[in-house]
C-alpha cells in the first residue's frame, strides 16, 4: 500500500519538477518561450473543447469529416487481412475522431488492443469514462505522459503489428526541425509492416488560417492565457494577466502559424525564488500551428525513412490524413 503511494506521489513531483524547469528555462532564453504542451491542464482542455466547436476553427471539422465518412478506407489501409493488431494514438484528447474508427473496428470483430496517449490525465480520464459507457467491450490501456515516453511503454505492452495515430494537426505544435526529429524517432521505434497515420492541416487562404486563431471572441486568447494562470497556480508565480496581450501571426510563406503574448509594461514576474523581468513589448513565444503543403509532406515522409501509403482528405481538401510505412 504504501509504497503504491510512494510512487504515486514521487510521479507528482517529478512531473511538477519538468513543469517548472521547462518554465523557467523557457523563460530564461531570448526570445522568452513557453511550451504549448503543457495549456492542457483542466482548464485548458476545457478552453481547447471550445476552440473546436467555434465556427472560424475548420480543423476538427475537416478531420471529423474524414473519420465519419471515410471510415472503411481507414480501416483498410490500416488492416491486413483483418489480423489481430494494436492501435496506439499519440495527444488522443477525447477520442472525437478516432471512435468513429474504433466503432467500425468493434463491429468488424477486428481483434485489437486501444492504447491512447495524452499529456493531460484529465481528458484521459474523460476518454476513458466515455469509451467505456459507448464501447464496453473495447481492449483499452490509457497512458499519460509525453508522446516518446509512453510510445516506448506502449511498444512494450505490445507484441503484435501496431498502427500508430497522431491526429488533429497536433505534429503542426513542432517547428519543421522538430518534426523532422520527431518523424524519425517514430520510425525509428516502428517495425517493418507498422502505419502511422499523421493528420496536417494545409497551407490554404491565409485569411482563414490566421482566423482559425485569431477568434473574436478571444477563446484563444484565454487559452494562451491560461498557462499564465496555471503557472501562477502551480509554480507559486505572480504573472499579472491583464498586463499580457495575445498576438497571433500567419506567414503563408512558410506556413507558420505563430502565438505569442505580449508584455504590456516593463514589469517583473515571480515564480517561486525566480524573477524575470519584461520590457513593455516583450513577447512570449507560444505556440506554433505550421501549415502544410502537399510537397512538405512528401519530403517529412521521405526524409525520415517512410512512404506514403494514401493520402485521405476530406471534402474542402483544406486538411490530409497521411497514410505511412
Ligand atoms: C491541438 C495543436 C492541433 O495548433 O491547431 C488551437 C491547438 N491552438 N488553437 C492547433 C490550438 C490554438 C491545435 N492543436
Not at 82 to 98: H, R, V, Y
Not at 106 to 130: A, H, T
Not at 194 to 218: E, Q, R, S, T
Request: charged fraction near 25%; aromatic fraction near 10%; hydrophobic fraction near 35%.
Amino acid at each position: 500500500m504504501n509504497v503504491q503511494l510512494d510512487t504515486e506521489c514521487q510521479k507528482e513531483t517529478e512531473v511538477i519538477t519538468g513543469f517548472r524547469s521547462d518554465v523557467i528555462e523557457g523563460l530564461s532564453g531570448t526570445p522568452k518561450k513557453l511550451f504549448s504542451k503543457y495549456f492542457y491542464d483542466k482548464t485548458g482542455d476545457e478552453l481547447f473543447q471550445q476552440i473546436m466547436k467555434m465556427p472560424e476553427y475548420y480543423l476538427t471539422n475537416c478531420e471529423l469529416d474524414i473519420f465519419k465518412n471515410k471510415t472503411p478506407e481507414l480501416a483498410q489501409s490500416i488492416l491486413v487481412n483483418d489480423a489481430p493488431f494494436d492501435l496506439i494514438e499519440l495527444g488522443a484528447g477525447d477520442a472525437m475522431k478516432s471512435t468513429y474508427l474504433l466503432k467500425h473496428l468493434v463491429e468488424k470483430n477486428i481483434d485489437f488492443k486501444y492504447m491512447p496517449i495524452d499529456i493531460s490525465g484529465n481528458i484521459l480520464s474523460v476518454l476513458n469514462d466515455k469509451l467505456r459507457n459507448e464501447l464496453p467491450t473495447l481492449d483499452m490501456t490509457t497512458l499519460e505522459g509525453d508522446y516518446f515516453d509512453m510510445l516506448d511503454k506502449a511498444t512494450s505492452i505490445s507484441t503484435r503489428r501496431k498502427v500508430v495515430l497522431f491526429l488533429g494537426g497536433n505534429i503542426g505544435n513542432m517547428d519543421i526541425e522538430e518534426s523532422y526529429h520527431f518523424c524519425r524517432e517514430i520510425k525509428r521505434k516502428l517495425s517493418t509492416g507498422d502505419v502511422l497515420i499523421i493528420g496536417f492541416d494545409l497551407k490554404k487562404n491565409p485569411h482563414m488560417i490566421l482566423n482559425a486563431y485569431n477568434d473574436p471572441a478571444g477563446i484563444t486568447a484565454s487559452f494562451n492565457m491560461n498557462l499564465l494562470l496555471r503557472i501562477n497556480r502551480e509554480l507559486e508565480a505572480d504573472f499579472d494577466i491583464t498586463e499580457f496581450q495575445h498576438y497571433q501571426t500567419y506567414d503563408p510563406v512558410s506556413g507558420a502559424c505563430r502565438s505569442f503574448l505580449v508584455s504590456l509594461a516593463r514589469q517583473d514576474v515571480h515564480i517561486g525564488n525566480n524573477t524575470f523581468s519584461f520590457e513593455e513589448h516583450e513577447l512570449i513565444d507560444m505556440e506554433i500551428s505550421q501549415k502544410f503543403s502537399e510537397n512538405d509532406i512528401t519530403n517529412l515522409a521521405k526524409e525520415s525513412g517512410f512512404h506514403i501509403l494514401e493520402n485521405i482528405k476530406d471534402s474542402n481538401r483544406w486538411f490530409v490524413d497521411s497514410i505511412w510505412q
